[in-house]
């Protein structure tokens, strides 16, 4: 059971920004707690993103970064390309059910 | 180069059980915490169980007292034991190292789950 709610899709044209918004609650993001996002290409295994909320790992391109703020957290992604097209999860812990907590997923379109 | 190889999977009818297990190679399964996610048919990420590097194990209610999280250290390799599989189980199935999470010059870091496995199918049906 999801608990970390984000938007089904969104879209842009190529070179423009979009925003991929990840809501919790007090007993996860608004604990403190890390958030990290995965892009997962169709077909492929998930990819980290960003790490503890705004750290990219090497080889991911800066056009991608991550903010977290209370209880949410972004990431946001700009000059999009058309190889961004894919799904993307955020991803933490929570407290009151003791275990580790993906987003809802949000599928990003290129037009 | 950290890599982590999936074996395991299949068609199995409902009430069975599947051992999946996932083959490190660049990192320690022992060393590090290790975790299963599954993906059902058109869904989202699930995360499944964890084994602490101390061994604690922990898992997710759906699957509670159902599914086992093992490892063994002289194969480095993790295993996750599925028994009373049901049709709900259906899913691609992948092992990760992470959360990974170190202390650098006094201060954590959480790089997430980092290494993935390429995926196993599981379908439950009769």
């Known amino acids: 059971q999801s608990v970390l709610t984000q938007p089904p899709s969104v879209s842009g044209a190529p070179g423009q920004r979009v925003t991929i918004s990840c809501t919790g609650s007090?007993?996860?993001?608004?604990?403190?707690?890390?958030v990290h996002w995965y892009q997962q290409l169709p077909g492929t295994a998930p990819k980290i993103l960003i790490s503890g909320n705004s750290n990219r790992p090497s080889g991911v391109p800066d056009r991608f970064s991550g903010s977290k703020s209370g209880t949410s957290a972004s990431l946001a992604i700009t000059g999009l390309q058309a190889e961004d097209e894919a799904d993307y999860y955020c991803q933490s812990y929570d407290s009151s059910l003791s275990g580790y907590i993906f987003g809802t997923g949000t599928k990003v379109t290129v037009l | 180069e950290e890599q982590l190889v999936q074996t395991g999977g299949g068609l199995i009818q409902p009430g069975g059980s599947l051992r999946l297990s996932c083959a490190a190679s660049?990192?320690?399964?022992?060393?590090?915490?290790m975790t299963w996610v599954r993906q059902a048919p058109g869904k989202g990420l699930e995360w499944v169980s964890v084994?602490?590097?101390?061994?604690?194990?922990y898992y997710a209610d759906s699957v509670k007292g159902r599914f086992i999280i093992s490892r063994d250290n002289s194969k480095n390799t993790l295993n996750l034991q599925m028994n009373s599989l049901r049709p709900e189980d259906t899913a691609v199935y992948y092992c990760?190292?992470?959360?990974?999470?170190?202390?650098?010059?006094?201060?954590?870091?959480?790089?997430?789950?980092?290494?993935w496995g390429q995926g196993t199918t599981v379908t439950v049906s009769s």
């Open positions: 007090s007993s996860n993001l608004g604990a403190r707690y890390d």
């Open positions: 660049g990192l320690s399964v022992s060393n590090n915490y």
């Open positions: 990760a190292r992470g959360p990974h999470i170190t202390m650098v010059q006094g201060v954590t870091r959480n790089y997430g789950m980092d290494v």
């Open positions: 084994i602490y590097s101390v061994g604690t194990t």
